[in-house]
């Protein structure tokens, strides 16, 4: 079976909603970071299939975001098609680049995770992402 990162991404924000509207922050922030790494794996795959990254595959990243970000940023600089669709994730997605990783998922709510200003800023940058997300689905890209 194909992993659909399209799929996953759009399920995880429709969960980050509900989860917002609901003041449930720390699993909010977890799952944005889903959407980060959806959007990431959609865009790396094109560039694999494309030539820009060789001898690679998506699920060697794991969850490392910030690897993620390198070869993300690699495709922006260059001339190709596909760059169009890359986001300058330090600038679009900062907080979400800097602090989110999976092992966050075990902290008690003292974490940063369970405050409503840190859950509002992730799912405005989810937010973006998304819209990238759809931007590259009506475009054919994905």
Known sequence: MRDNYMDTAYRMYED??????NDRWFNCCYLSGYVLECYCKLVLNNAISEGLITNRSVRRYSHRVMDMENDLSMILLSENQLATYCLDLNSECKELL???TPNNRYNGNESSWNEKDKAIKYKEECDILIEQIMRMQLDGVI
């Not at 980050?16 to 509207?21: A, D, G, M, P, S």
Request: net charge negative.
């Open 16 to 21: 980050v909603e509900v989860l917002i509207n």
């Open 98 to 100: 800097s602090g989110w």
